[in-house]
């Protein structure tokens, strides 16, 4: 969806308020005595809370580099920016500019989000506009403090708008805190909004569920693995039960999102921006049509090799396939061999969603994992990109990735082995082992999600929530891990400019 065309001048490119100078006055605020008075004000408000997501610092880059280059997935090209490097090299700083954007980009639509909260709910208009409305907020904020919470642990909780400086000091929540407003919102969000999708990038009752899916996985695991900072969790078997429910009612009781057969079809702009029934059950959305990035994105350049134009083939499963054009980028994404080698070599995501070779007039190229233009992945792709414009939405609730949550969550049951290898049958890889032990089963769909997932910023994650960063990153594959393991540092100037903040 294009967000800006909606957008009305009362809507002030704002900076994240927690983040000011505590001598300037607020600004980026919606005047409430004179907005939020009609339904289209409702609906210009929930459109500016979306398109918070697809900025570069959010969704359309900033968001990738801080969940993917600290994992086995992506390193960066050699003029990366210090920032880059620090989250590679699991030796973040408070002075991280790539964590400082993100909790900007985060703050900021929290704050967007607590507007419509409020204030909407208020609007004489139709109940169950006014409903959809706000429960899309709810959806919002809680997406939001969910990857605070993951990438930061303790954070400050914001439930209502910032209207002057006095308001800024806050201190930080406990982690626990943050999970009840998270569930309480998304539940909250479950009971107001539809099944029926609105449009693109706008959540809807699955997506809420999905999310909650999520949210009890990750409680849930980091309990029963004894991740750092999830000690308050009482009792991990409720809360796998708690996820299987919630991604069962994604998997068994809807209709409107599905899994796709063909792997390369879940990534085809054309098709799943368009199909009734997709995969993408919500995306940071985009379209090459917009008037600047953050209406288009420019993510696909950060993947793409910078060496020339190239044309590859796009179902390489099918001997008949055609080739299309996908042009350069500029090679800043770079993939790991230690990613790319843990993929069996008939793995159909390796052969079919990481090209390797391509052409250009006529010649062809193969890319080599230890070089500086390298395979890459096919996710973020758009041939009829416009310039540097696509429209590469960013996955954020894919129904494979709640079809995982589902296994993980029902454990080494006929259910749990049917969802597991549903995906990798189509991955070409054959079923999993039968008769596993509850944990080696779930350690077995975590190895899965790392395969099926892989650059949709997901592994951290559920490297963090499994208690395997040195397991994996150090033990695995020869990392060092000096800061960052489980929880970013936080930013800075948020510490300088919040009192509250200081230790």
């Not at 980091?222 to 299987?244: H, L, R």
């Not at 919500?282 to 994105?297: I, K, P, Q, T």
């Not at 549903?422 to 039968?434: N, S, T, Y």
């Not at 592994?459 to 800061?483: A, H, P």
């Amino acid at each position: 969806m294009n967000y800006r065309k909606y957008l009305y001048g009362t809507f002030l490119t704002a900076a994240l308020l927690s983040c000011s100078d505590m001598e300037e006055q607020p600004y980026g605020i919606i005047n409430s005595t004179t907005f939020y008075k009609t339904p289209e004000d409702a609906e210009s408000a929930i459109v500016y809370c979306y398109s918070i997501l697809p900025e570069v610092g959010y969704y359309s880059r900033g968001y990738t580099i801080v969940t993917e280059l600290p994992t086995e997935n992506l390193t960066q090209k050699g003029d990366a920016g210090t920032s880059n490097f620090e989250l590679d090299e699991l030796r973040t700083t408070a002075t991280n500019s790539n964590l400082d954007d993100m909790w900007t980009y985060i703050y900021r639509g929290i704050s967007r989000a607590n507007g419509v909260i409020t204030n909407v709910p208020n609007i004489a208009m139709n109940q169950t506009t006014r409903d959809q409305i706000v429960g899309e907020a709810y959806f919002l904020r809680a997406l939001h403090y969910f990857n605070l919470v993951r990438m930061f642990g303790e954070v400050p909780i914001r439930l209502q708008t910032i209207d002057t400086p006095t308001q800024i000091p806050l201190a930080k929540s406990p982690v626990k805190d943050v999970y009840d407003l998270i569930i309480a919102d998304l539940k909250q969000s479950e009971q107001l909004i539809t099944v029926p999708r609105i449009s693109e990038g706008r959540a809807n009752k699955v997506a809420a569920q999905g999310l909650l899916a999520k949210v009890y996985l990750h409680l849930a695991s980091s309990k029963s693995s004894a991740s750092p900072g999830y000690e308050f969790v009482s009792n991990a078997d409720e809360m796998y039960t708690q996820a299987a429910a919630y991604a069962g009612k994604v998997v068994n009781e809807q209709t409107t999102f599905a899994f796709t057969d063909n792997l390369v079809d879940i990534w085809n702009t054309e098709i799943y921006k368009k199909a009734a029934v997709s995969e993408h059950i919500f995306d940071a959305a985009v379209d090459r049509s917009g008037d600047r990035e953050g209406s288009f994105s420019k993510l696909p350049n950060m993947f793409l090799p910078a060496d020339r134009p190239m044309e590859i083939v796009y179902n390489p499963s099918d001997p008949a396939s055609a080739k299309i054009n996908i042009g350069q980028g500029w090679s800043h994404f770079r993939t790991e061999a230690n990613l790319y080698n843990n993929y069996a070599d008939d793995d159909k995501r390796k052969t079919d969603l990481i090209v390797s070779k391509y052409w250009n007039a006529g010649t062809e190229y193969n890319l080599d994992i230890t070089s500086s233009s390298r395979p890459f992945t096919r996710k973020y792709i758009d041939p009829l990109r416009i310039g540097d414009a696509s429209s590469c939405n960013t996955p954020i609730v894919r129904y494979s990735d709640i079809l995982l949550v589902y296994a993980e969550g029902v454990g080494p049951t006929t259910e749990g082995y049917a969802a597991i290898n549903k995906i990798r049958a189509r991955a070409g890889v054959g079923d999993l082992a039968p008769g596993l032990s509850v944990d080696a089963f779930r350690k077995a769909v975590v190895e899965e999600r790392a395969n099926e997932l892989a650059f949709e910023g997901n592994r951290l994650f559920d490297l963090r929530r499994t208690n395997s960063m040195e397991e994996v990153l150090v033990n695995k594959y020869g990392k060092t891990i000096t800061s960052g393991a489980y929880f970013f540092p936080i930013p800075q100037r948020e510490i300088d400019t919040n009192p509250l903040m200081k230790p």
